[in-house]
């Protein structure tokens, strides 16, 4: 089965490429690198000893999308490919527009027009807003909080709408919880350019000295010992999920919607207590205000994607923080 994979140079598409490498499936991967590098396609090949159809293209160039269509048979369509930084969306909302929701309609048209019907979508817990309750359900009220949320719910609308008006079309929504680590070999990785966002590509940065402190947004939650609570899953976990997701796409028709996550919330200091433990380093921090936006826990409930898909996380969070330090050690020393 060949398997198109946009965005397959970014950190969670990498990694699934490696796992479809792994079961069996050819891989083609289109990617701008406008969050990526090159090697990184390199590297893929180098863990998985098998090679992988490499197209530097951006997504909403349907003329050079519709050649990729042309040369080879294209079974199922990954799509990974997307601006998304939350706060950068709030200042530039129409970057966020404009590139989401075009590359995703034309890659839509591409695969209509090559009769292509198996589509998985990179989607995010970010839709479920602020949840009512927890652990998080599927038929959760669906609601978002910026731009770059949006745009995973637009699109999440437009494949709901498409699946309707064309019953060949089977599609599976994935809402990723929070993502870490990096995979074992230390040759892939989270590469985020600038000052990081996210908390753990932050806690790196510290714990190599190129950033002077962690600032703990908020420790006044609701929740275990004030800091905010969230389901992290290894990058190498939910990668799998994305090969459950093809082995269901290719025996029902429809749209379905799963969360990938482990069910487990950690809270900030869990995590950085586990990184210090695992690593035997020591991370500055300190207490700061809440950041806008930011809600107090988010944790899944995985039942139906374990019971539909067959997917269960299996790595704790000793080996998140372990492998993502293992990556840039890798990285820092060569
Ligand atoms: N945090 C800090 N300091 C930092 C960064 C984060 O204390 O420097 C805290 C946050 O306040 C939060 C937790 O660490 O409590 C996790 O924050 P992240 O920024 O790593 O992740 P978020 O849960 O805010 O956001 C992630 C993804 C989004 C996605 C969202 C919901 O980055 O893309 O989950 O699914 F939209």
């Known amino acids: ?147 770059y949320g949006t745009t995973k719910l637009m699109i999440e609308e437009i494949l709901k709408d498409v699946s309707k008006a064309d019953l060949e079309m089977s599609i599976i929504v994935l809402r990723y919880f929070n993502p870490i680590g990096a995979h074992e070999s230390g040759l892939l990785g989270e590469d985020p350019n600038g000052i990081p966002n996210n908390l753990m590509p932050y806690i790196l940065k510290v714990a190599f000295n190129e950033l002077p402190v962690l600032n703990i947004f908020g420790n006044d939650y609701e929740t275990k010992d004030g800091t905010g609570v969230r389901d992290y899953i290894h990058v190498v976990d939910l990668a799998k999920g994305h090969i459950k997701a093809l082995e269901k796409i290719t025996t029902k028709k429809g749209i379905d919607y799963y969360n990938l996550g482990t069910g487990n919330g950690y809270s900030v200091l869990d995590i950085v207590n586990t990184f210090e433990k695992v690593n035997n380093v020591k991370i500055n921090k300190r207490f700061v205000a809440r950041r806008d936006g930011d809600i107090a826990s988010c944790y899944a409930d995985p039942t139906k994607a374990f019971k539909e898909l067959g997917f269960k996380a299996e790595f704790g969070i000793e080996k998140m923080c372990y492998d993502a330090y293992n990556y840039v050690v890798k990285n820092t020393s060569k």
């Open 1 to 147: 089965m060949l398997v198109l994979v946009t965005g397959g140079a970014g950190f969670i598409g990498s990694h699934t490429c490696v796992e479809l490498l792994n079961n069996g499936y050819d891989v083609i991967v289109v990617d701008n690198l406008s969050n990526s590098k090159r090697d990184v396609i390199d590297k893929i090949e180098k863990i998985t000893s098998k090679k992988v159809k490499f197209y530097e293209i951006d997504l909403c160039d349907k003329e050079k999308l519709r050649d990729v269509f042309k040369k080879d048979r294209i079974d199922a369509v990954i799509h990974f490919a997307g601006y998304k930084a939350v706060g950068e969306s709030v200042k530039e909302p129409l970057k966020y527009y404009r590139n989401n929701l075009d590359s995703t309609l034309t890659l839509l048209e591409v695969m209509k027009e090559f009769s292509c019907h198996n589509l998985v979508f990179s989607s995010s817990a970010t839709v479920y807003g602020v949840p009512r309750k927890l652990p998080i359900k599927e038929d959760f009220p669906l609601k978002t909080t910026n731009p």
